[in-house]
């Protein structure tokens, strides 16, 4: 499966985006899909991620409430809304696609996001 990350852009402080992944290639319904981010300097990052089954969504602790992952099978998307955006969630914003549970074996090329204070 390709994947295509955008949404990506400049915001200030206390918008919203959402990114948009697009999939192509493999049925995109077999994947469990995940929404990664690194920042300048450091480590890439879980956010949150979709089940294939279920549409189940997780997020670590200290991304829940502000990010919301979602799934459109029928579009092979999957979308990551961000709310309340802060300076500290500047990072290059990535997509994977996994066919096991947490094996992201294939990845997008990253939107960047960058939010002014």
């Known amino acids: 499966v390709q994947l295509q990350a955008s949404g990506g852009g400049l915001v200030q402080a206390g918008g919203s985006l959402r990114l948009s992944c697009a999939a192509s290639g493999r049925t995109f319904s077999v994947y469990d899909m995940g929404w990664f981010r690194q920042a300048p300097g450091k480590e890439r990052e879980f956010v949150a991620a979709?089940?294939?089954?279920?549409?189940?969504?997780y997020s670590p602790d200290s991304m829940k409430g502000r990010f919301t992952i979602s799934r459109d099978n029928a579009k092979n998307a999957v979308y990551l809304q961000i709310d309340g955006l802060k300076p500290e969630d500047t990072a290059v914003y990535y997509c994977?696609?996994?066919?096991?549970?947490?094996?992201?074996?294939?990845w997008g090329q990253g939107t960047l996001v960058t939010v002014s204070s």
């Open positions: 994977a696609a996994a066919l096991r549970p947490g094996e992201y074996e294939h």
């Open positions: 979709i089940s294939k089954s279920f549409g189940r969504t």
